[in-house]
Every structure is written in structure tokens, then in C-alpha cells.
């Protein structure tokens, strides 16, 4: 009997431990190594040997990167001098155990050391920094500093949102919280309505598709189902509206999830493009799996190409960004964005609008969008663009935000240009 106590000890202690460890690599991917989310968490997970442990480590993943700020300033206050990056990663997790996750305090310390000494850290020195860290109240030199660690954005970002939007609505803005699971659409010429959704009948339904699980996932079979963010379709649909067909030029189209929806909502000709060579062939891949037809280009966006002029219907310029409206689904996207970079990605937005201009036919829609929420990357584009183009006429435009619109913050300008 001893020995049967024993031996589930010792396997619940491995599991913690490989669970810790794939949590541990995940991380270290991205806080040192630059990786996104969605393949540091995937390859971090292949490694961890038991998979009952996947929901929990891919859970403790998002939640160290959903308080980082907070973390962040806790070992501001609580070391005396910045540890070293690996010491850092594990710091992270062991006071997100503490602080955050439903652990109790001793367990979280007594897993935070074994991972210091699985990995080669000194564990004296995290144990003495994870038990100050249980309960520790920060220190706030400012409001503002207290604003950006209540929402775990930085103070940058927090002062930009705050004087596009005000502070209450900043808030609002910061404090949404977003469905964490995956939103998949139906391929309408894959699937039916009745078979998707006795497919996903357990998932919570949305007015284009699902938001499901992985199990789910494995109920469908592959081709049948698209995964795309509410933002994205509700963009497309924003696009064409009141459009049912015509020639299409989508220059910033790589994976290609926006240019394959757009291909099944009517009779529309798609050039789908991108600069790099290797994304063409993904966007091939996509389009074949999902049964699209699509043409796909090999082409610059911010240099004119005098084969594109005055050819198409409409013409989408979904530009590069800060991606500040995708912080609740993507919560790594502002770990090496500086304020600086704002202004930069204006130019380059701006410089992309101005040459898609010259694609639109007399009569032809032009749409512009970002995934920032950030009027410097949106309104001030859009408004700018008007004035110094007196052949197209703002249409409309459509701003989606987490807090009102349940979905990642999307921004869409819609420009009609004229016969002459």
C-alpha cells in the first residue's frame, strides 16, 4: 500500500514538473526568443508527455502573458537587481502560480523551485522571491502607473487609448474580456447548416459560425470549417456591403483567411497578394484546402504596379499595424512594440493607401483597414487621405471594439472614387 502512495506521488510530481517545464519552454520562446503565441505554445506542448497537462499549461501560458505588466513591475520591486532572462521566465510562472492561479501559496513556491532547479537557476534565490511575492501590494508612483498595471498594458499604449478615447472608455476598451476559444466558420459548399451545427452543438454559437473546443474541432472533418476571428469576417462583410461581385485585389492578403471568405459571398474575381514568396504558397495551400478559387500575386504593396492600374472593382489595402486591437486574443502582440513604432507604421499605412488608390476603376470601392484600434493608424489616415485625394469620397466606416463589439478591435474605411 506504501508503495502504491509512493509511486502516485512520485508520477503526480513528474506530471508537475513536465507540465512546468513545456510551460517554462512555451514562455521562454517568446519572452527571449521572439516567438508569437500560437507556435510557442504548439511546439511547447508536443513536448510535454502527458496530455491530460496540455489545458492546463496552454491556461498558465495566457495568464503569465495575460499579467505581465503586473509581473513585471512585482519583480521590479522585489529584486534588488534585474535577474537574468532564464531566471526571469521562471519568476513569471512561479508568481502567476502564487498570485493569480488557483494554487495554494505552498504549492505554487514548491513548483516554482523544482522548475528553478529543472531548468539550472538558483532556486534559493526564486523561493525567497516567489514568498515575498504572496500577497504583495505594489507601490504606484502615478495613477497612470496604476491605470497600466490594472490593465496589463503598457504606460505607452495606456496614454495613447487614453487620449484617443478618454479615460472611461480606455477602461472599457482594456477591460473587455473576449471568448477564449477558437471561432470557426462553416464552408458553406463543404458542409451544411444542420451538419455543422450538429457538429459543434456543445460550442457557443455566433451569427457566422461557432466558438468551440478542440474536441469539436475533431468532430469536423478538415475543409468543412474555416478558422477565422469574429473581427475578420464582420471586415470582409464591411468590405463588400452593398457589393455582390466584381474584380478584386486584396493586397495584403497572406494567410488568406479574408481573401477564401470573400471568395463564397459572391461573384468575385480575387488577386490575393503578398511580398514573400513562401506565403503565396500557404495562401495556394489554404485556398485549396477550403475548395476557393483565388488568384494569388507575387507583389510589393508599397510600390505601384502599372499591371494593377484602374483594373479592379474593389480593392482592399488591410495594412500592417500595431495590432493594438488584438491584445485580448493575442496578448504577446505589444512585447517589442515601442511608441515609436506608431509613427512608422503611419507612414507605411499611408504609403500603401495611396498607391492602392491608383488600382481603383472609375466607380470602384476602396477599403482600408487595420486591426489597431489607435486613431493615429485609422481616423488621422482616413482624414489625411481625403484631403489630399479629391477624387474619392469617404463612404463610410465601421470601428469594432472588445468592449462593445465582443471581438477584437478592427478599424474599416470605405472610399468611393470618382468617374473623372
Not at 4 to 16: F, S, V
Request: charged fraction near 25%; include cysteine.
Amino acid at each position: 500500500m506504501q508503495s502504491n502512495r509512493n509511486n502516485t506521488n512520485k508520477n503526480t510530481t513528474d506530471n508537475a514538473i513536465n507540465a512546468d517545464r513545456a510551460l517554462y519552454n512555451a514562455l521562454r520562446m517568446v519572452f527571449i526568443e521572439g516567438s508569437y503565441c500560437a507556435p510557442a505554445i504548439t511546439r511547447a506542448l508536443k513536448g510535454c508527455k502527458n496530455a491530460r497537462s496540455h489545458p492546463f499549461v496552454t491556461s498558465a501560458f495566457y495568464g503569465v502573458l495575460d499579467n505581465n505588466v503586473r509581473l513585471e513591475k512585482l519583480i521590479t520591486e522585489l529584486c534588488e537587481k534585474r535577474p537574468d532572462k532564464n531566471s526571469t521566465v521562471v519568476l513569471k510562472i512561479g508568481m502567476y502560480y502564487c498570485n493569480y492561479a488557483d494554487m495554494p501559496s505552498y504549492a505554487a513556491v514548491s513548483r516554482g523551485v523544482d522548475l528553478a532547479k529543472a531548468v539550472g537557476v538558483c532556486s534559493g534565490f526564486i523561493n525567497a522571491v516567489l514568498k515575498k511575492s504572496i500577497g504583495y501590494a505594489p507601490n504606484f508612483k502615478s495613477e497612470l502607473e496604476k491605470f497600466c498595471y490594472t490593465y496589463n498594458t503598457p504606460e505607452w499604449l495606456c496614454k495613447q487609448i487614453i487620449a484617443d478615447y478618454g479615460e472611461i472608455k480606455a477602461s472599457s476598451i482594456l477591460g473587455a474580456v473576449l471568448p477564449q476559444s477558437t471561432h470557426i466558420r462553416p464552408v458553406a459548399k463543404r458542409i451544411s447548416q444542420t451538419d455543422f451545427k450538429n457538429a459543434v452543438s456543445d460550442g457557443t454559437f455566433t451569427e457566422y459560425g461557432c466558438y468551440v473546443d478542440r474536441a469539436a474541432l475533431d468532430r469536423l472533418e478538415a475543409g468543412t470549417y474555416a478558422v477565422q476571428s469574429m473581427s475578420s469576417i464582420r471586415a470582409v462583410n464591411a468590405y463588400i456591403k452593398g457589393i455582390s461581385g466584381g474584380d478584386v485585389l486584396d493586397l495584403c492578403a497572406a494567410p488568406g483567411g479574408k481573401s477564401v471568405y470573400l471568395s463564397e459571398l459572391g461573384d468575385f474575381r480575387i488577386t490575393a497578394c503578398d511580398i514573400y514568396p513562401h506565403k503565396l504558397d500557404l495562401m495556394r495551400g489554404y485556398a485549396k484546402k477550403l475548395g476557393a478559387k483565388i488568384e494569388v500575386a507575387l507583389n510589393d504593396a508599397t510600390v505601384l504596379n502599372n499591371d494593377f492600374v484602374g483594373k479592379f472593382d474593389i480593392v482592399i489595402a488591410d495594412c500592417p499595424c500595431s495590432g493594438t486591437g488584438t491584445l485580448k486574443t493575442k496578448p504577446d502582440i505589444l512585447l517589442n512594440r515601442k511608441a515609436e513604432d506608431i509613427a512608422e507604421l503611419a507612414q507605411l499605412q499611408t504609403k500603401i493607401l495611396n498607391v492602392a488608390a491608383e488600382y481603383c476603376r472609375p466607380s470602384g470601392v476602396l477599403c482600408y483597414s487595420t486591426c489597431s484600434i489607435l486613431k493615429a493608424e485609422n481616423e488621422q489616415i482616413v482624414e489625411r487621405f481625403v484631403k489630399e485625394h479629391n477624387n474619392f469620397k469617404l463612404i463610410d466606416s465601421t470601428k469594432l471594439l472588445p468592449d462593445t463589439d465582443n471581438c477584437d478591435g478592427f478599424y474599416i474605411a470605405r472610399f468611393l472614387r470618382g468617374i473623372k
